[in-house]
């Protein structure tokens, strides 16, 4: 007979299945199954809960491992063990956290419950929801790629014998790619398939646990819970196409019409709570720019202070470098090729560092330098005020020359608010200007060439608190990311300027925001004057 046996305990009402909860009132020990069965006479006032949080629940303790003829009535947090009073006499566990064994095992049951639950009702069924996903599209990978084929087919049969070779070639080409699309979904089907029995086998061990009263496999128990929240990014494949040009039998290849590679993105959702993982002190008074270098180091600067620092994540000071005219630089943002442009709104430059030599690239007459961002193409977007504080515009520089000035709409009014030095911009994937006006309390959205597209003012539904936009970012998902400093939060809309979500992570004053190469989220809070790091997708 199993040794194991004896540890069972049976159900009072079919005598066959591992009882699992108990009715206090009835005092009677039940299975899962005869639960409903127990609760169908309602002449009385049942009570079930799970065994192990039964009030005559006894469990079983372990064995001391160093000294057999005792039992372990306490738990050591330290070493995470449970002990015995030898062990604890004996002075190696001196000045060590010890708790009592039963609450221990109470904690850590309910712990394993809570996971249980979770990865059950929550995470399991996402993973679910994904494979079935993936499954759907490969279905359709079947079809589109169909149709594709049989496009080739008709355009070859117009041109007849002399484009044979070509057809041939090209339904090669579909094949192909067909083939890379399908491992790209079965490689990613693979992995969610490996994720979901890892869930299920780590469900299977939990209730194991549970369905047991000894504490030293309980105490070894070890959750993954947030490593299994980590859903796998759903990949996004675009189609290929197939272009059918006029014919001309002189550039019959060119002309058929070439089959697209495929187009492959990471789509990225937003958490459902987002994480603070990192939070840099710059040791300064405030605190008003941040901009990313890399995923571990971020430029910052303030408005009171000539000194722009290079931290890492541990706040360590990496480098730092003074103003050319020492005074302080109004924003700063980092080029494509990694040196630092700041803007000084007291000589009127927009400066840049590389090597620690500093160039001024940009002097302006009658206009002030605000806020900058760097471009896609490596051009420098600068949001700028008039001497007089009467006007407001957007300027592109290719390098030292100006390529585009966006100032008003296609009815002649001003995009922007006159006067404000609080205009930070960024520009979008999609080749969108976005610049957070905080006079107009509006994140005011344009297109590549200066036309205007929407304005958002804040929730729509939020009526009762004003809207302050100051920092802004964008990231690879086309989110616009702006920080409302008086109301504590970020607001994250799409890219027609719908809103999604705040972020809040209790954050205080938030001003300048960046978004590194991983989407993570570094928020400049002005009075702490400390970077916080956020994961939020």
């Keep these: 007979m199993d040794p194991r046996a004896q540890d069972v305990l049976l159900c009072d009402l079919c005598e066959t299945d591992p009882l699992q909860y108990c009715c206090e009132h009835c005092d009677i020990n039940l299975c899962t199954d005869c639960v409903s069965k127990h609760l169908s006479d309602s002449s009385k006032k049942h009570k079930i809960v799970p065994y192990h949080l039964h009030r005559k629940f006894t469990p079983k303790y372990s064995t001391c491992l160093k000294h057999a003829d005792k039992d372990c009535e306490m738990y050591c947090e330290s ?11 004996s002075g190696k566990h001196k000045a060590h956290d010890l708790s009592d064994i039963l609450e221990k095992l109470s904690s850590k049951k309910q712990r394993i419950q809570k996971d249980l639950e979770e990865l059950e009702n929550k995470i399991y069924p996402r993973y679910t929801e994904i494979s079935s996903a993936v499954q759907t599209e490969k279905a359709e990978v079947e079809t589109n790629y169909g149709k594709l084929a049989t496009t080739a087919d008709q355009q070859g049969k117009v041109w007849h014998r002399e484009v044979t070779a070509v057809v041939n070639k090209r339904k090669a080409d579909i094949v192909e790619t067909k083939t890379k699309h399908l491992s790209l979904l079965d490689k990613q089907a693979d992995e969610i398939t490996h994720r979901m029995t890892e869930i299920n086998q780590a469900i299977l061990e939990m209730k194991n646990i549970l369905d047991t009263n000894d504490i030293s496999l309980t105490s070894t128990y070890k959750s993954r819970n947030d490593e299994f929240n980590k859903l796998p990014p759903k990949i996004k494949v675009t189609l290929p196409s197939l272009s059918l040009p006029t014919i001309n039998t002189e550039t019959l290849n060119e002309m058929f019409g070439l ?53 890492n994540l541990q706040s360590k000071l990496l480098t730092s470098i003074q103003t050319k005219s020492e005074n302080e630089p109004r924003d700063i943002a980092v080029t494509r090729d990694g040196y630092l442009v700041y803007t000084d709104t007291r000589d009127g430059t927009v400066n840049l560092i590389k090597n620690k030599q500093i160039q001024t690239v940009i002097t302006l007459q009658g206009w002030i330098p605000l806020s900058v961002c760097c471009t896609a193409a490596n051009n420098l977007l600068v949001t700028m005020v008039s001497d007089d504080r009467n006007q407001s515009k957007v300027v592109r520089y290719s390098g030292s020359t100006q390529k585009q000035s966006i100032q008003f709409d296609d009815q002649g009014r001003p995009l922007y608010s006159s006067g404000g030095y609080y205009k930070y911009i960024s520009e979008n994937r999609n080749l969108d200007i976005c610049v957070a006006d905080r006079s107009a309390s509006a994140v005011v959205v344009v297109n590549q060439s200066g036309k205007l597209r929407f304005r958002y003012t804040g929730h729509p539904s939020n009526t009762w608190q004003s809207f302050t936009p100051v920092g802004i970012t964008t990231d690879s998902q086309s989110h616009i990311l702006t920080a409302d400093c008086d109301n504590h939060r970020i607001h994250i809309l799409d890219q027609d300027g719908q809103f999604l979500r705040y972020i809040h992570c209790d954050l205080r004053r938030p001003l300048g925001l960046c978004v590194d190469i991983r989407d993570n989220l570094f928020v400049a809070e002005c009075r702490t004057a400390e970077v916080k790091k956020i994961e939020y997708l």
């Design 79 to 89: 070493c995470h063990i449970p002990v015995c009073i030898t062990c604890i006499s």
């Design 259 to 311: 089959l697209t590679s495929l187009s492959v993105t990471t789509v990225k959702t937003l958490l459902d709570e987002p994480r603070l993982t990192a939070t840099i002190d710059t040791e300064y008074i405030q605190l008003s720019s941040v901009s990313c270098l890399s995923e571990d180091q971020v430029w910052t600067c303030s408005l009171n202070n000539k000194t722009m620092k290079l931290l």
